[in-house]
């Protein structure tokens, strides 16, 4: 049986990328996608959204826009990094499709209450600053706790981007980062953190790009292809990262990441190290009494190494089979 999944993004490269794979793969059932503001402002987010799911054939799932603002931060994006479009500026004519008229929150809700009803409970998958969980945490708290497991894209054990110290997904909303680790511990729901010690892993080639946008004009292929010829001009390389995607494929081949539960906690106050995920890694075996915090309540399986060629293949053997 297929894995019944929602995504929550902020489309986004790297999320469209993870979007393909959740669309086409045949062991994953997409039952919704929510949409929140990051990289790019929510309209643009939704928009990008609609035009990835188009590219995939798939128009039955729904799209439902949320949270525009972060909890408490100012909102930043990072059009910088993924155009001024927020997703590649591939030029490609508006989606024809429109968004559910419900609120994001209303349609996580709605469909982890289905999906649990019928005995088959939903893996949620953010991929985006996680200010739409934390809402639905605190909302529908008996709806969060009937969420099988947690699966996002977001911190870093070692490794940060939008500052020294943290990750752009956990920085641009950290309390709702806080908010979600909070109530996983408290109903019980199991989480995976794919963080950036493993995001950059999965590259693919300029080559292999040429060979996906050979495949079709307007569908995965050519999608495809656009987004990793536009990561590569973008950091002058041979090849991009899938990013997010493989926050997707370690559901289908759990194998291809190494993952050890640690306790996690999210910086909120420091003045340098706002939104870094303070990863444990320390045995505690030994005497630790000098420590005032003790144990994070927190114990995420955090993802630590990657076989980045295997989920590049993954990604690019779904594509090719989608014809």
Wanted: aromatic letters at 4%.
């Amino acid at each position: 049986m297929a894995l019944p999944v929602i995504l929550d993004v902020d489309t986004g490269v790297d999320d469209a990328c993870a979007l393909v794979l959740a669309t086409l793969h045949p062991d994953l059932d997409l039952r919704a996608v929510t949409c929140v503001g990051g990289n790019a402002p929510l309209p643009d987010v939704v928009r990008n959204t609609l035009t990835v799911l188009e590219a995939c054939s798939t128009t039955s799932v729904p799209v439902a826009a949320g949270a525009s603002h972060p909890l408490l931060e100012r909102p930043v994006d990072a059009r910088h990094v993924h155009g001024d479009d927020g997703m590649a500026d591939l030029g490609w004519p508006a989606p024809q499709g429109a968004a559910d008229p419900r609120h994001a929150v209303d349609v996580l809700r709605e469909t982890v209450d289905a999906a649990a009803a019928e005995g088959t409970p939903v893996t949620l998958v953010p991929l985006a600053p996680m200010t739409n969980v934390a809402l639905f945490a605190r909302m529908y708290p008996e709806s969060f706790a009937r969420i099988e497991r947690i699966v996002f894209m977001g911190g870093g054990a070692m490794v940060s981007n939008a500052t020294a110290s943290a990750e752009f997904n956990v920085f641009h909303d950290p309390e709702a980062t806080a908010v979600v680790l909070d109530a996983s511990v408290d109903h019980h729901v199991p989480v995976t953190m794919y963080g950036l010690d493993v995001f950059y892993g999965p590259q693919v080639t300029l080559a292999e790009a040429d060979e996906l946008a050979e495949l079709d004009e307007r569908g995965p292929g050519a999608l495809g292809a656009g987004l990793v010829r536009f990561m590569s001009r973008r950091f002058d390389k041979g090849s991009a990262s899938i990013g997010d995607a493989g926050a997707v494929a370690l559901l289908v081949d759990p194998d291809a990441v190494r993952t050890e539960r640690l306790p996690v906690r999210v910086e909120l106050a420091g003045t340098w190290t706002r939104g870094r995920t303070i990863v444990d890694t320390r045995d505690w075996t030994g005497d630790m009494d000098h420590d005032p915090h003790g144990l994070a309540h927190a114990h995420v399986d955090v993802a630590l190494e990657i076989d980045g060629p295997r989920v590049a293949g993954l990604w690019l053997d779904t594509i090719r089979s989608a014809r």
